[in-house]
């Protein structure tokens, strides 16, 4: 089991960086590299508590597809993915948010396992935590740059702004 925990610091309010993270079009713009399409449930706007999404990417030189459902939800203060059906053993992901008094501190937690015993857990240690950390480091560089920005107001839905 790998654990990963990444901080983010934004000059915006909570229930601003609360939404982009939870938007499934922010999430194609920070996914860019890997050429992420939302392919079923869930697949534009934000998405919300027992709702899925079917994610397609370029991994690893392999298309893949990973669906993901919240699990839980507190706005603005936290929501959980899990895996429903993907290449991992397991893959959770928990987003926290606090509000500061210059806008908000943002964590996120991970905790995943590959498949394939000894050898999974080796590519885990060896690679795979270094691969996802990456990934979460870009998506959070992109959730600060849009909320610190104009540019939140083209990605939520008006009745959500903040």
Not at 139 to 161: G, L
Request: with cysteine; proline share 2%; aromatic share 12%.
């Amino acid at each position: 089991m790998v654990e990963i925990v990444e901080h983010s610091t934004i000059l915006a309010p909570i229930e601003r960086v609360f939404n982009l993270s939870r938007s499934i079009d922010l999430h194609l713009i920070s996914t860019q590299k890997t050429k992420e399409k939302a392919v079923a449930g869930v697949t534009t706007g934000l998405i919300g508590l027992n709702e899925e999404v079917t994610w397609q990417a370029q991994h690893l030189f392999k298309k893949r597809y990973f669906t993901s459902r919240i699990t839980h939800l507190n706005a603005p203060f936290y929501f959980r993915d899990e895996m429903v059906k993907g290449d991992f053993s397991s893959f959770e992901h928990e987003h926290f948010f606090e509000a500061t008094a210059n806008g908000t501190y943002m964590t996120d937690k991970l905790l995943l396992c590959s498949p394939y015993g000894w050898l999974g857990k080796l590519a885990d240690l060896v690679f795979m935590k270094k691969y996802i950390h990456g990934l979460i480091i870009e998506r959070n560089r992109v959730i600060k740059e849009v909320a610190e920005s104009k540019e939140w107001q083209k990605i939520i839905p008006q009745q959500f702004s903040q």
